[in-house]
């Protein structure tokens, strides 16, 4: 590092600020060649630290010109101030000024897509976390909330387009072809929720009544173009503003709400009081463009935002490692919010597989953090999985513990008491509590979820005494030793259970000491290391079903044999404990084929799996979404988790076997399942037209792994047939990876059709990227040159490059390819872009997990990186955690 190492930031060090900012009126004079603002704030004294005696007012500023300086009209002399890389100070003013300050910037120069950049001959913001920066100085920290005036003025012709957050209340025509709007923000708020859009950009509009009667009008803004693609997102707006104001009684409290979809976006979209802005990826969807999964992703992401509204905006957090403050609650609402709009059980299984996936992968890692993390390099770093994903898993558990009333109650609680606030996690906590003071819940050692890293592990056993008609359930629990975190405390750990009688009925639950009526599913809280529940009157042995619905993000370890699993998955009246039942029988089958393998055994799949597997396909009428989820086997990247050391090659190859086997063995009801979901008629995005496709799908995808003729024309036909996304793309997958003849052509067909598509060619990339085949890296190494690939678009390099890096074969390949491959692009980007090159540098996290091999590439590729001359501190955090590990 030529600046030194970056120094961490700790949360035991935070001090409210000494300055606050009640008002901040901004003009931005945008032009080629240099952006001009000026900034008026009015400033006092914290009364909360007055006692302190006069202080500096510490401003954050980077990457930008400073112009002038004043107080009141007084502009001051250079000795009254001090600029630095990271900021400016002035030294002495009264208790309260009015501070002016004018910088230059160039946002048409900026790469990073953080602060004011231009891309796509549009001007746009990305403030969160702490881009406001880079736009003039401030105290960037969500504590200081100000209410903003914004002025822009730009070219007519080339922004005719102006926007920014809260209402627009002026505008008009100004001198050489320019023009000026002014908006007003009644609402104050931090500057990580500042945004203006300025271009040439054309929108949908729609209006939306609030229940008190207030009208909205509703705005997306998209490239000319774009505008056939726009519904959906508008639909999925009105649903959730109708939706929050039914289950959390919050009310939209602005008169206009606008939304600008843009191209280069680092993540998926920015909650920006009144102007949220969005990758276009969340926002465009035609039938024929989009797949069902990018129309749930849409409804899903627009309702994150718009909740944000109240969860981040209204109330917001004291500091960034409050940040689940908002994003785990907010997550937790959009998974509430898509489980009402869609089928409950699918969406928890979605919910389920990518937590598993991405979060505990994330915390048996070497960055593994807790949900409030207490010390960070960059922040940006620590928008997580952990910090979102569990993060909401732990609001759920308040539900779970509390039921919906309680819940509510305790939601009501918080804003009462914190709206126009910057809060902690501890506040919420207290809210919750405070609402609820008849519920019995220790709720010291329920914050623990929020300070301990590394998922839980819970082993259960269990043993029926037919004599006394009791079941008695032992439950212990080990919490991993995470970095900096060796020794765990016992967490309050929920379990929502069930015993499932032989007749396949659950069974009225009696705990000893309780005298209640038996409900059939209940929770209970498990708080020790080890504890054992009592069930009387159970007429016979059971089957237990335990974490129903996923009541808490652990891992259980339950001895049940095949056929207890088997029995669960055509019995348990949990709709995702029927799925889970599935998804352990198929890992545990895949595993020990692994081991054979390894040992050098022949490989067989058990008639009983392909049984259950047929049970599934003879169901599936019933719930065809649901089906599909039952039929899809664990990821290649989840069933890795669950070895010491990950065998690349032979989970690949038991996990094919077992697909292959299911493709032949049940070719005749795959067809059938493939013919009867084909669907006639109209489009829809129904739970039960998305659960055809998907069913539909799936069969294919198994067809195809017996590589007969047959598979190969269905496939081909398919492609051919055009229509729903959906339908192409899992065809245009099936046979990107198959042996067809055809298989480069329909590649060349698809990628001429859709060239002017922007989003519809970063699948055509991530599905190249994906292939299991050995070609993949040179592939995707040529993909790198091809005409609609472009390095500065987050997206497409989330495609390509992030598709390769999901590739567990390619990526892991014993040669050290993949890794070579996936160092230089992470070297190459953090000179462009800093959050997207660490993102980038992510999967490399879990090098040792691998054997001494590619251990030792992985290593080298690492260190590669981090003696790289001007590293950023975004990837400096990852990879040097990643190597202390
Ligand atoms: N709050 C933003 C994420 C900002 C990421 C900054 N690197 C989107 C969201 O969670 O809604
Ligand atoms: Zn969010």
Not at 432 to 447: C, G
Request: proline share 6%; aromatic share 10%; hydrophobic share 40%.
């Amino acid at each position: 590092m030529d600046k030194g190492t970056p120094k961490a930031i700790q949360l035991k060090n935070y001090a409210p600020p000494a300055w606050l900012v009640d008002t901040i009126s901004l003009h931005f004079d945008l032009r080629d060649g240099g952006t001009t603002v000026t900034s008026r704030m009015g400033v006092r004294q914290n009364p909360a630290r007055a006692a302190e005696g006069p202080a500096p007012l510490v401003l954050d500023g980077q990457d930008m010109e400073l112009v002038s300086v004043a107080i009141g009209n007084r502009v001051l002399s250079p000795d009254e101030y001090a600029v630095t890389p990271d900021g400016l100070s002035i030294f002495k003013l009264p208790a309260a000024a009015d501070v002016e300050i004018v910088t230059r910037i160039r946002p048409e120069e900026n790469t990073a897509l953080e602060g004011l950049y231009k891309s796509s001959g549009n001007y746009t913001t990305q403030c969160e976390a702490e881009g406001f920066r880079k736009i003039t100085y401030f105290p960037d920290r969500p504590d200081v909330m100000a209410k903003y005036t914004v002025t822009l003025e730009a070219d007519k012709d080339s922004c005719p387009v102006l926007l920014s957050n809260g209402n627009r209340v002026d505008g008009g025509e100004a001198a050489e072809g320019r023009h000026w709007a002014r908006w007003e923000d009644p609402w104050p708020k931090p500057a990580y929720l500042f945004a203006l859009v300025a271009g040439k950009l054309v929108h949908v509009e729609d209006r939306f009544r609030t229940r008190s009667g207030r009208d909205v009008q509703l705005r997306i803004y998209v490239e000319p173009g774009n505008e056939d693609k726009c519904a959906h997102a508008m639909e999925s707006l009105k649903k959730s503003m109708k939706w929050d104001e039914d289950v959390y009684g919050l009310e939209y409290d602005l008169d206009e709400f606008n939304i600008v979809a843009v191209s280069d976006f680092n993540m998926g979209a920015m909650e920006n009081k009144g102007l949220n802005i969005f990758n276009t990826k969340y926002i465009l969807a035609r039938p024929d463009t989009a797949t069902d999964t990018d129309f749930l992703g849409i409804e899903a992401v627009v309702a994150h935002e718009y909740f944000h509204n109240w969860t981040g905006n209204r109330v917001t957090c004291r500091d960034w490692f409050q940040l689940s403050l908002k994003e785990g609650l907010t997550v937790f609402r959009d998974h509430q919010f898509s489980a009402d709009m869609n089928s409950a059980p699918v969406q928890r299984i979605q919910e389920v597989s990518r937590l598993r996936q991405i979060q505990f992968a994330e915390d048996a890692g070497p960055t593994a953090h807790p949900v409030r993390p207490d010390s960070y390099i960059e922040i940006n770093n620590f928008y997580t999985p952990t910090v979102y994903e569990k993060g909401a898993e732990v609001l759920r558990m308040y539900h779970t513990l509390l039921g919906a009333a309680g819940y509510r109650k305790g939601i009501d609680l918080y804003f009462q008491r914190h709206d126009g606030q910057a809060v902690t996690t501890d506040d919420f906590l207290a809210a919750m509590r405070d609402a609820n003071p008849e519920v019995e819940v220790d709720w010291e050692q329920f914050r623990l979820w929020y300070s301990q890293a590394g998922t839980p592990v819970v082993d259960g056993e269990a043993e029926y005494d037919a004599a006394s008609r009791t079941y008695r359930l032992t439950l212990t629990q080990t919490v991993p030793a995470t970095p900096g975190q060796p020794v765990k405390q016992p967490m309050l750990i929920p379990v929502s259970l069930g015993l499932v009688g032989p007749d396949g009925e659950d069974i009225p639950l009696r705990l000893c000491g309780e005298d209640e009526q038996g409900q059939t599913s209940r929770v209970v809280q498990f708080t020790q290391a080890q504890q054992t529940f009592i069930f009387r009157d159970v007429p016979a042995k059971p089957v237990p079903s335990l974490f129903r619905g996923f009541s808490s993000p652990v891992k259980l370890r339950f001895g049940y044999s095949d056929a207890d699993l088997t029995f669960l998955m055509a019995h348990d009246s949990d709709a995702f404990n029927r799925w889970e039942a599935g998804q352990t029988l198929s890992t545990r089958l895949i595993l020990s084929l692994v081991a054979q393998r390894a040992a050098g055994q022949e490989l067989r799949v058990p008639d009983s799996y392909v049984e259950a597997m047929a049970a599934t396909l003879d169901r599936a009428s019933e719930d065809p979404f649901f089906a599909s989820l039952v039929l899809s086997l664990p990821s290649e990247n989840y069933l890795g988790q669950q070895m010491p050391v990950v065998d690349v090659d032979g989970i690949h190859a038991a996990r094919s076997l077992v697909r292959r086997t299911v493709g032949t063995r049940l070719r005749d009801r795959l067809l059938t399942t493939y013919d009867a979901n084909r669907q006639q008629g109209e489009f829809s995005i129904t739970p039960d037209a998305i659960g055809r496709r998907a069913l539909k799908n799936a069969a294919l995808s198994y067809l195809m792994t017996a590589e007969d003729a047959e598979a190969g024309k269905l496939a081909l036909a398919q492609y051919r047939a055009g229509g729903a996304m959906t339908d192409v793309l899992a065809a245009l997958t099936a046979i990107a990876e198959s042996d067809l003849p055809e298989r480069d052509e329909v590649l060349e067909d698809f990628a001429q059709r859709w060239k002017g598509e922007a989003l519809v060619m970063d699948k055509w990339f991530m599905v190249q990227a994906m292939v299991s085949r050995p070609e993949t890296v040179e592939r995707v190494t040529a993909l790198l040159q091809h005409p609609g690939f472009s390095i500065k678009n987050p997206n497409k390099v989330y495609a390509l490059v992030g598709g390769f890096a999901g590739n567990p074969v390619c990526f892991h390949a014993e040669d050290g390819s993949g890794y070579a491959f996936l160092a230089d692009r992470v070297i190459e980007l953090d000179r462009l872009n800093p959050q997207v090159a660490s993102r980038m540098a992510k999967p490399f996290a879990r090098w040792r997990q691998y054997d001494p091999v590619r251990q030792s590439h992985a290593q080298r590729e690492l260190q590669r990186i981090k003696s790289t001359e001007g590293l950023s501190p975004d990837v400096y955090e990852i990879v040097s955690r990643s190597l202390e590990g």
